[in-house]
């Protein structure tokens, strides 16, 4: 069974910064591309970053280039999301997935970004 178990969110002020971690398990975690997601009240969830599998090539959103950094660690199906300048605009419900989006959701952490 699929599952992705989010954590790390938190409120902090702008301007400061948050790492995000995503536990994955029930399938082969190194053999695919992971994305976070991010969902603010009353929106779509969007994607926020993608890496891939193996070479680690990764892709942002326009919003948060040059501000988040997403990582993966294969050996303890991992992948990680570090934020840095964080702006209220930020605030959301994070969540990670494969770039399709195509398995169960797991709860989420939620980011709030407030001073």
């Known amino acids: 069974q699929v599952q992705f178990v989010e954590s790390g969110g938190g409120m902090v002020q702008p301007g400061g910064s948050l790492r995000l971690s995503c536990s994955a398990s029930?399938?082969?975690?190194?053999?695919?591309?992971m994305s976070w997601y991010r969902q603010a009240p009353g929106k779509e969830r969007d994607l926020v970053a993608t890496?891939?599998?193996?070479?680690?090539?990764?892709n942002y959103r326009d919003s948060v280039k040059g501000r988040f950094i997403i990582s993966r660690d294969n050996r303890k199906n991992t992948v990680y999301l570090q934020m840095n300048s964080l702006k209220p605009e930020d605030t959301a419900v994070y969540y990670c997935n494969n770039p399709w989006g195509s398995v169960p959701w797991g709860q989420g952490t939620q980011v709030t970004i407030s001073s």
């Open positions: 890496i891939t599998s193996a070479s680690g090539i990764t």
């Open positions: 029930g399938f082969t975690f190194s053999s695919v591309p």
